[in-house]
């Protein structure tokens, strides 16, 4: 996560909690009229409404105008992280163990970057994957990109109400 990004979940976090959310991940993309991108989920892992992203997006808006972090015209998007979610803290692997997710690591971890695999466990630092080739444990800090896989298990668990989005 760049600075300008870190300085934005600095911002928005107590808000979004503040509303009764938790804050999944912020990205801005684009030059000229970058998007702001706001992904929440409920805390009580109801699924997310429209009016859910739009009380989100009105109070960040609020305090985003009051504050001003992005000097240029920018367009804010509030979502739900949604079934195929990414996974950014180590509470998401936690959380998500037993699904398939696909991962990119910084350096190379066993000779290479990219995994896909199941979540066997997750501690603070470290992800246990389960890949074609065998178990690999991955340091958390180094995962630069992970999501899971929407797969038919995954489905059924967030029809079922065990895996929300």
């Known amino acids: 996560m760049d600075q300008r990004q870190a300085t934005l979940e600095t911002l928005i976090q107590p808000t979004v909690e503040g509303l009764g959310y938790e804050?999944?991940?912020?990205?801005?993309?684009g030059r000229h009229r970058p998007t702001l991108q706001v992904m929440a989920e409920r805390v009580d892992r109801a699924p997310m409404t429209v009016e859910d992203c739009e009380a989100i997006s009105r109070a960040i808006s609020a305090k985003l105008d009051v504050e001003d972090p992005l000097p240029e015209a920018y367009t804010l998007e509030v979502s739900s992280p949604g079934i195929d979610r990414p996974l950014v803290k180590a509470a998401d692997y936690a959380r998500f163990a037993g699904h398939v997710a696909k991962m990119?690591?910084?350096?190379?971890?066993?000779g290479q970057r990219r995994f896909t695999g199941r979540i066997l466990s997750a501690t603070e630092t470290t992800l246990l994957l389960a890949t074609e080739t065998g178990e690999v444990e991955l340091p958390i800090p180094s995962i630069?990109?992970?999501?899971?896989?929407?797969?038919?298990?995954?489905i059924r668990a967030a029809q079922a109400g065990k895996v929300t989005h």
């Open 23 to 29: 804050l999944v991940r912020v990205v801005v993309s």
């Open 104 to 110: 990119e690591c910084r350096e190379p971890v066993a």
């Open 144 to 154: 630069t990109r992970a999501k899971l896989v929407l797969t038919d298990e995954l």
